[in-house]
């Protein structure tokens, strides 16, 4: 009994000590992470609208990983860049991305939002509209570059 008592009293003791710490300052605020993701969300539509494979891949880090709506997952920035290139030549493309959340942690963070694409197959059947929902993370780089690490999108129900 003498041990239940005195584990109850350190974990007390523990929670009384957790209370009364000041929280960690943070180390980026609001302005800036909207800025850092509003930027990558920019290059993003832009790349795509200019069916630019390059300048897409160019914003991921080398081992990330990107969930297409209605695709396999697909690992790695040549990989990555291979599936825009093959893409592109599929599909004329062209998109709007509307952030609706971000948010920066140190030296990751997220954002996530609606887009509209359309895509004109280059085979000249009709357009076909794509609205749908994303989230990406990103990642500061060793020279201060912010990369997406991870990225998925999926299309919304009509």
Same mark, same amino acid.
């Given at each position: 009994?003498?041990? +239940?008592?005195? #584990?109850?009293?350190?974990?007390? #003791?523990?929670?009384?000590?957790?209370?009364? *710490? *000041?929280? &960690?300052?943070?180390?980026?605020?609001?302005? %800036? &992470?909207?800025?850092?993701?509003?930027?990558? /969300?920019?290059?993003?539509?832009?790349?795509?609208? &200019?069916?630019?494979?390059?300048?897409?891949?160019?914003?991921?880090?080398?081992? #990330?990983?990107?969930?297409?709506?209605?695709?396999?997952?697909? !690992?790695?920035?040549?990989?990555? !860049?291979?599936?825009?290139? !093959?893409?592109?030549?599929? +599909?004329?493309?062209?998109?709007? =991305?509307?952030?609706?959340? /971000?948010?920066?942690?140190?030296?990751?963070?997220?954002?996530?939002?609606?887009?509209?694409?359309?895509?004109?197959?280059?085979?000249?059947?009709?357009? =076909?509209?794509? $609205?749908?929902?994303?989230?990406?993370? =990103?990642?500061?780089?060793?020279?201060?570059?912010?990369?997406?690490?991870?990225?998925?999108? $999926? %299309? %919304?129900?009509?």
């Amino acid at each position: 009994m003498n041990l +239940y008592r005195g #584990a109850i009293l350190a974990l007390l #003791a523990m929670a009384v000590a957790a209370c009364s *710490e *000041e929280p &960690a300052p943070q180390r980026a605020d609001t302005d %800036s &992470a909207v800025e850092v993701a509003n930027r990558i /969300t920019r290059d993003i539509a832009s790349g795509i609208n &200019a069916g630019d494979a390059g300048q897409i891949s160019r914003l991921f880090t080398r081992d #990330a990983v990107a969930m297409p709506a209605q695709q396999a997952t697909i !690992e790695g920035r040549e990989a990555i !860049e291979q599936f825009y290139r !093959e893409f592109f030549t599929a +599909y004329a493309t062209t998109i709007d =991305i509307v952030p609706v959340e /971000t948010r920066l942690f140190g030296d990751r963070g997220f954002s996530r939002g609606t887009y509209k694409m359309t895509l004109t197959p280059r085979t000249g059947e009709p357009p =076909i509209t794509d $609205n749908g929902k994303y989230i990406y993370l =990103i990642q500061r780089q060793p020279d201060g570059t912010w990369r997406l690490t991870h990225d998925m999108s $999926n %299309s %919304s129900p009509p």
